[in-house]
């Protein structure tokens, strides 16, 4: 089945600081998320983004599927924006499952 | 709010007691699944419900049983867990079997620890 990774697995930043979140894909895609799961346990559909590029407020996402990759920008990260985001991919296979990442752990720090 | 509702939010319990989990989602969906999150490890796909009827069992031992009364309520049977079965346990829900174009929302989870 299609494998999920995402980098870096941790990421310290300044409150205000930009940041990129990097998930790759073994396999071409049909269905593509961004969660973010705040420290309370709470998972929160970010993007639903197979292609192209999508913004919404400081997030905005870009999956460029020809190269099995999608990226999530956070602009002037804010302490909410901690948490833990995860990619998850479905390849259209026979079960069509999403597969998820491990995880990028953002601390932003006042 | 999301519109997936989970109870309880935390459980403690015994490797011999037998407690349910509780999801409801108000979103008018009709596929819900049961996700279970271990520390360091990707979220791991246990049940899918479509329509009330089971289309997905990933390979789940049996002291977990999921029940699916209506599309708006699911279940999870605890029974006799092992320390290992400890974790988050995540309901979700999408507006139809996920595939292509579904989005999932989730529940807040229930943080069970088993001793």
């Known amino acids: 089945g299609i494998q999920v990774e995402q980098s870096p697995p941790d990421l310290i930043l300044q409150e205000g600081a930009n940041s990129t979140l990097r998930c790759n894909f073994s396999?071409?895609?049909?269905?593509l998320q961004w969660f973010h799961q705040n420290p309370w346990g709470q998972l929160i559909n970010l993007f639903y983004?197979?292609?192209g590029t999508k913004q919404n407020g400081r997030l905005s996402a870009t999956t460029v599927a020809t190269e099995r990759y999608s990226l999530l920008y956070i602009s002037s990260s804010q302490t909410t924006d901690s948490g833990v985001y995860f990619c998850?991919?479905?390849?259209?296979?026979?079960?069509?499952?999403?597969?998820f990442g491990t995880g990028t752990l953002l601390a932003v720090q006042p | 709010e999301t519109g997936v509702t989970q109870t309880p939010r935390h459980l403690v319990m015994g490797m011999t007691n037998k407690k349910s989990l509780k999801c409801e989602q108000h979103?008018?969906?009709?596929?819900m699944y049961w996700y279970k999150q271990s520390a360091k490890k990707p979220l791991e796909l246990m049940f899918v419900?479509?329509?009330?009827?089971?289309?997905e069992n990933n390979s789940v031992p049996s002291r977990f049983s999921p029940e699916c009364p209506n599309s708006s309520h699911l279940f999870l049977h605890l029974h006799t867990l092992q320390p290992e079965d400890s974790a988050l346990y995540l309901c979700?829900?999408?507006?139809?079997?996920?595939?292509?174009?579904?989005?999932?929302?989730f529940g807040s989870g229930t943080q069970l620890s088993v001793l």
């Open positions: 979700a829900s999408s507006q139809d079997w996920q595939g292509l174009g579904e989005k999932l929302f």
């Open positions: 998850a991919a479905a390849g259209g296979g026979a079960t069509n499952k999403l597969i």
């Open positions: 983004i197979p292609s």
């Open positions: 396999d071409s895609v049909n269905n």
């Open positions: 979103l008018g969906h009709n596929a």
């Open positions: 419900y479509s329509l009330e009827e089971r289309v």
